[in-house]
């Protein structure tokens, strides 16, 4: 007779042994010659070293569905006692077209045409420039990729960045540190992982820099190797911090660009860099660009009626002037 500890990286005990430990003993009970006891974020197994190495292979697979499917059930743990293991993954871990499963097992999918385009191209290239109006999941979808490289151990890291520009507003002094003065400019990055990664681990993986969220500016004279890197509100960028950024990939290093050309906020006198660069970068092979529209809006129903509005306002302006 041996005791095991086995210990827990990654997820959180809470999920994954179930209110009063139920999950966890329910897996227990397969083992009815161990003794299994939970402490925190480790496991302890006493028994038969062959069945500790048979419950620890068990209790690996339940770590990997939860780290997929970000839910565990009763269901799920019983599947797990009654089939063999090559079965239970077959059926457990089979691809699909979800991206990745957000918190409480949500589903994360591309919503419209562009957006599976966009999931399509990322396969063929390693720098996409995802282009269109507000609403359409530009940004979402990328970190949705993201965050399904991360999984997947495809890339070590996520960088998302931004350039620091107000919206057509001044926002005076902001108080605070440093972090906190930017923050307001990277919430929208935020708030889609909290859809998609758990609060704990989220944070785990900030304070590890696993995750990095921060300005475009802090991107200047780095080499960003084994790195899934998204640049949002890239039409907010100048020439030069445009080529800038793109110089910046490295190694194994995935970038997407999204931006929305009729949203502008630089001033006058500056052009956008995405836009510059779309011309400059045309021809090279493993750019990608895929374009958004309004049949890719997922907001309210109204957000589409007011886009084409604006647009058909501008259209009308920009007659009348050529008229005058």
């Not at 599976?116 to 359409?136: I, N, R, S």
């Not at 350039?163 to 440093?178: C, H, I, K, R, T």
């Amino acid at each position: 007779m041996i005791e095991k500890s086995i210990y827990l990286e990654g997820v959180d005990p809470v999920n994954l042994y179930g209110v009063n430990n139920i999950l966890l003993n329910k897996l227990a009970s397969g083992f009815p010659k161990l003794r299994v006891v939970a402490r925190g974020h480790e496991v302890i197994a006493i028994g038969d070293e062959r069945e500790i190495h048979l419950f620890e292979e068990k209790l690996d697979l339940l770590i990997a569905f939860y780290h997929k499917y970000n839910k565990l059930t009763m269901q799920d743990v019983e599947d797990l006692l009654t089939a063999d293991d090559d079965s239970w993954i077959a059926k457990k871990l089979e691809k699909t077209d979800v991206l990745v499963y957000g918190n409480h097992g949500r589903e994360i999918k591309a919503k419209s045409v562009n957006q599976q385009k966009l999931v399509d191209e990322y396969k063929k290239h390693d720098m996409l420039f995802a282009l269109g109006p507000a609403g359409t999941g530009k940004t979402y979808t990328a970190i949705a990729l993201a965050v399904r490289a991360l999984r997947d151990k495809e890339v070590r890291r996520i960088i998302l960045c931004r350039p620091a520009v107000e919206a057509g507003e001044s926002l005076g002094f902001l108080p605070g540190d440093m972090k906190e003065k930017l923050d307001p400019y990277l919430q929208p990055l935020y708030d889609a992982l909290r859809d998609m990664i758990p609060p704990k681990r989220l944070l785990t993986y900030i304070e590890e820099g696993t995750i990095e969220i921060a300005p475009l500016a802090y991107m200047r004279g780095r080499t960003l190797d084994n790195a899934f890197v998204i640049l949002d509100e890239g039409q907010n960028t100048t020439i030069n911090q445009m080529k800038m950024f793109l110089t910046r990939m490295g190694k194994n290093a995935r970038f997407i660009i999204t931006g929305d050309t009729t949203q502008i906020d630089l001033p006058k006198s500056q052009s956008s860099g995405i836009l510059r660069a779309l011309e400059i970068l045309k021809n090279i092979h493993g750019i990608g660009v895929v374009h958004f529209d309004l049949r890719d809006v997922v907001r309210h129903d109204l957000v589409k009626k007011i886009i084409e509005a604006y647009s058909t306002a501008k259209n009308e302006n920009n007659k009348n002037k050529k008229i005058n």
